[in-house]
């Protein structure tokens, strides 16, 4: 009895290349696609992508102090930015950036990587609560593809406390839009196929913690210094503002704490003195808690942007100042009596030769 054999061949080396030629035209159809498509049909994701470019393109101006106001959600939903900017003044040019679920590991990389792109505004206005600040939580994949470079991203997660298996991940989603966004676009279909979810989601937001023990707030001022340090590095000055809340998370030690060093901390309005109605949820403020939130902003953020004016032309005025006074001191260029006279042979050649 004769066995049945196979007619199964190992597949040839050319064969094998031409397999991973066509996933990775996949993979690279997919990433394109996604990175295209997704900016073009999300709202969300062209608000964030037009407020990054516009942050990028801030520099330094004669008639208008640059003031880039960033944050999360809560500056989102808690800040009327058109009625901030008409509030401030026309000499204060504000550019708002707004990345939602964000921590302060996400806005310190970030502005690294903003600064190191070229972005020189006059003023940093990071708005987040004091948990926020002290928590070493970061936003996901998004923020690690949107707001850290690659030179920043082993150290970014080691303070993460990130394992060697999250590691390799925000690897991938700091080269790839599509894993990196990957749950923004899990949620934009979500959003597309149940418009009230963000209103139920909104209940599953868990209530902001205090700052527990003095080891918490020293990591907070800690934090706020390497937020300056870097904001001084690149010519720009920190602001930070803690918006509204129904308990008070340590704002207060935080502010005495960051003024007595010299930091500005800014809290508009106080702990516990916004109604319960002011509140969409337990710590997002509703739009009528906006309409409170951002003339209190808008009046203490002034104040600082004109101190803070007064006291870069002041500095300006000093270094032209010092450079006027150096040009008159320098001794001046004295012309050697040899060299002022013409030559005399040459003189000379030309009398005797003037054909030439």
């Given at each position: 009895?004769?066995?049945?054999?196979?007619?199964?061949?190992?597949?040839?080396?050319?064969?094998?290349?031409?397999l991973l030629l066509t996933c990775a035209l996949v993979c690279a159809l997919?990433?394109?696609?996604?990175?295209?498509?997704?900016?073009?049909?999300?709202?969300?994701?062209?608000?964030?992508?037009?407020?990054?470019?516009?942050?990028?393109?801030?520099?330094?101006?004669?008639?208008?102090?640059?003031?880039?106001?960033?944050?999360?959600?809560?500056?989102?939903?808690?800040?009327?930015?058109?009625?901030?900017?008409?509030?401030?003044?026309?000499?204060?040019?504000?550019?708002?950036?707004?990345?939602?679920?964000?921590?302060?590991?996400?806005?310190?990389?970030?502005?690294?990587?903003?600064?190191?792109?070229?972005?020189?505004?006059?003023?940093?206005?990071?708005?987040?609560?004091?948990?926020?600040?002290?928590?070493?939580?970061?936003?996901?994949?998004?923020?690690?593809?949107?707001?850290?470079?690659?030179?920043?991203?082993?150290?970014?997660?080691?303070?993460?406390?990130?394992?060697?298996?999250?590691?390799?991940?925000?690897?991938?989603?700091?080269?790839?839009?599509?894993?990196?966004?990957?749950?923004?676009?899990?949620?934009?279909?979500?959003?597309?196929?149940?418009?009230?979810?963000?209103?139920?989601?909104?209940?599953?937001?868990?209530?902001?913690?205090?700052?527990?023990?003095?080891?918490?707030?020293?990591?907070?001022m800690q934090r706020l210094q390497r937020l300056d340090r870097i904001c001084?590095?690149?010519?720009?000055?920190?602001?930070?503002?803690?918006?509204?809340?129904?308990?008070?998370?340590?704002?207060?030690?935080?502010?005495?704490?960051?003024?007595?060093?010299?930091?500005?901390?800014?809290?508009?309005?106080?702990?516990?003195?916004?109604?319960?109605?002011?509140?969409?949820?337990?710590?997002?403020?509703?739009?009528?808690?906006?309409?409170?939130?951002?003339?209190?902003?808008?009046?203490?953020?002034?104040?600082?942007?004109?101190?803070?004016?007064?006291?870069?032309?002041?500095?300006?005025?000093?270094?032209?100042?010092?450079?006027?006074?150096?040009?008159?001191?320098?001794?001046?260029?004295?012309?050697?009596?040899?060299?002022?006279?013409?030559?005399?042979?040459?003189?000379?050649?030309?009398?005797?030769?003037?054909?030439?």
């Amino acid at each position: 009895m004769h066995l049945s054999t196979s007619n199964f061949k190992t597949p040839s080396g050319r064969h094998v290349f031409l397999l991973l030629l066509t996933c990775a035209l996949v993979c690279a159809l997919i990433e394109a696609g996604t990175a295209f498509e997704f900016e073009r049909i999300s709202r969300i994701e062209q608000r964030r992508e037009k407020e990054y470019q516009g942050a990028l393109e801030m520099h330094s101006a004669e008639h208008a102090t640059s003031v880039l106001v960033a944050g999360n959600s809560l500056l989102l939903e808690g800040v009327d930015f058109p009625q901030l900017q008409q509030d401030v003044g026309p000499e204060f040019s504000l550019r708002r950036l707004v990345v939602e679920g964000t921590f302060y590991l996400d806005w310190y990389y970030g502005l690294r990587r903003m600064f190191a792109s070229g972005a020189r505004p006059n003023v940093v206005v990071l708005v987040l609560n004091p948990t926020q600040l002290s928590s070493s939580a970061i936003g996901g994949d998004y923020t690690t593809h949107f707001l850290v470079d690659k030179t920043d991203l082993l150290q970014f997660a080691n303070d993460a406390g990130a394992d060697r298996n999250r590691m390799s991940s925000m690897a991938l989603a700091n080269i790839s839009f599509f894993y990196g966004a990957r749950a923004e676009i899990r949620n934009w279909i979500l959003g597309e196929i149940l418009p009230d979810l963000p209103n139920l989601t909104r209940s599953f937001h868990s209530t902001p913690k205090p700052l527990a023990g003095t080891d918490s707030q020293e990591l907070a001022m800690q934090r706020l210094q390497r937020l300056d340090r870097i904001c001084q590095e690149h010519g720009a000055e920190l602001v930070f503002v803690i918006p509204p809340s129904n308990a008070d998370l340590g704002t207060s030690a935080l502010s005495k704490a960051a003024s007595a060093i010299g930091i500005q901390v800014l809290i508009p309005i106080a702990p516990g003195l916004l109604l319960p109605s002011d509140y969409s949820d337990r710590f997002h403020l509703s739009p009528n808690g906006a309409s409170k939130f951002t003339p209190a902003l808008a009046a203490g953020l002034r104040q600082v942007l004109l101190v803070s004016e007064s006291r870069r032309n002041m500095t300006t005025a000093f270094k032209s100042g010092l450079a006027i006074k150096r040009r008159l001191s320098d001794p001046p260029r004295q012309t050697s009596f040899a060299n002022a006279l013409p030559d005399r042979t040459a003189a000379g050649k030309a009398v005797h030769n003037p054909g030439n």
